[in-house]
């Protein structure tokens, strides 16, 4: 089918178990450390104004920030949410209530460059917004594909966003018309607004699958057993808000507005009803960039997207095996659980620990990005990995694109690396699609799938 353009706008863990107690003092202890802090997302704004009230947001380093404690004690003041992470420090973008918060608390942070005149790698300059492909350029590709590959590809409108837009999915498959018994593989892509290189590397999956089918052996014969499902844009509303003015508004969460508060928008990846708001790794004030909504699933582009996982249960059994939900930036594979520190917990024994962390070293062996459990990073809670996996069963993994820092363009690295970077995880991509019939297979448990 032919996907509509967009319609016109409505107005307006660690590797000791800890208890939940001991879980509670950790980070009661860290907010008593002078420490420095990592990379926020600006509450609720963007740099020009982000019509929520937001003041004017900058990019900041915050230092002597080390451990996944210490970083979950940071994302608890006001909802920071994090940008990258690095050994001792991570990189957040603030408005200047926030910054004078922490540095009241005692935390390091120093002001990064507003822009860099090129990459870290190289590349002549950071990108503008006409480097990468708007909402309407994404659905007109999808839409040209679409009609080129009739008999590999086809596409649906699987919702709508708050404020209108569709959201599609595009399968891809060698008897696209006809639902077979094969193993379903998921690929979902820029669900934060202002992360259009995951949308990038949507439009790079799908292009590869159709030139390549029936020239590449592998990926033929991974099309001929497996059936794909590509989602490019999770948040559209949040696409356009950050891209369509023609400069960045360093935008991350969707554009539905919360009851009694100026404050616009949700954070998607807290608003997924699985231990939902449980553990310090979402924020319950509308102003934070992390804020997880006024319940599970209450931001429409949620319910889109757990509605389809939903649908795809078939006689029972759910036919996504695996799925890929693909941010930036930092250069990770992160796999579940967000919401505890423990490597195993309710639903996630140690051979399904250990399946995740075979896999995900392989794919990161392969694209060069460091493989770990979600936690590691930080607490995060209401998040889709957790849910596809603690709710659905589903294999389910995040990706952090490039850059590495915020020295190579952050949310916005140049327009020059998007077929370097998209192409880097195509290896990936296929070890997920050959391990999704079976994952235990990789830790030579192959009977587990039977269970």
């Known amino acids: 089918m032919r996907i509509p353009l967009p319609p016109p706008l409505r107005p307006a863990r660690g590797r000791r178990p800890r208890t939940a107690a001991l879980l509670t003092l950790v980070v009661a202890l860290a907010l008593t450390l002078t420490l420095g802090a990592q990379a926020t997302a600006a509450p609720g704004g963007s740099r020009p104004g982000a019509g929520s009230g937001a003041e004017d947001t900058r990019t900041y380093e915050v230092r002597g920030v080390s451990s996944a404690a210490q970083r979950s004690a940071l994302a608890l003041q006001g909802g920071v949410a994090i940008d990258a992470v690095h050994d001792h420090s991570v990189t957040i973008t603030a408005d200047r209530a926030t910054v004078r918060r922490l540095e009241r608390l005692g935390y390091l942070l120093e002001e990064l460059p507003a822009g860099n005149p090129a990459a870290a790698d190289g590349a002549a300059a950071l990108s503008t917004p006409s480097a990468y492909h708007s909402y309407s350029q994404t659905m007109a590709a999808v839409n040209s594909l679409v009609s080129r590959y009739p008999d590999l590809m086809s596409s649906r409108v699987i919702g709508t966003s708050y404020e209108g837009r569709s959201i599609v999915a595009v399968k891809i498959s060698d008897n696209v018309r006809t639902d077979e018994n094969e193993p379903e593989i998921l690929f979902t892509h ?262």
């Open 190 to 451: 820029n669900m934060h607004a202002r992360e259009h290189l995951t949308t990038e590397m949507a439009l790079y999956l799908l292009n590869e699958f159709a030139t390549q089918y029936g020239r590449d052996a592998r990926l033929t014969q991974l099309l001929n057993t497996r059936e794909v499902w590509v989602i490019p844009s999770v948040n559209p509303d949040g696409k356009v808000y950050d891209q369509d003015s023609g400069v960045f508004r360093n935008w991350r969460k969707n554009r539905q507005p919360n009851s009694g508060s100026r404050y616009i928008g949700t954070d998607i990846n807290r608003n997924f009803a699985y231990h939902w708001g449980c553990c310090g790794g979402s924020s319950g004030s509308t102003s934070s960039a992390t804020y997880r909504g006024s319940g599970p699933e209450s931001a429409p582009e949620t319910r889109v997207v757990t509605n389809f996982v939903r649908g795809r249960v078939v006689g029972g059994r759910q036919q996504i095996r695996a799925h890929i939900d693909f941010h930036s930036y930092s250069e990770l594979i992160l796999w579940p659980y967000g919401y505890t520190y423990n490597d195993t917990a309710p639903g996630l024994d140690a051979d399904a620990r250990n399946a995740y962390a075979t896999v995900g070293r392989q794919m990161a062996a392969s694209n060069g990005y460091r493989p770990q459990q979600s936690s590691d990073l930080y607490v995060t809670d209401g998040s889709i990995n957790d849910w596809m996996w603690g709710s659905q069963g589903i294999w389910s993994y995040t990706f952090e694109m490039y850059p590495r820092s915020s020295s190579g363009g952050g949310f916005y690295p140049p327009g020059s690396v998007i077929d370097r970077e998209t192409a880097r995880n195509r290896e990936a991509v296929l070890i997920l699609m050959d391990h999704a019939d079976c994952m235990y297979d990789a830790i030579g448990k192959p009977a587990l799938c039977a269970s």
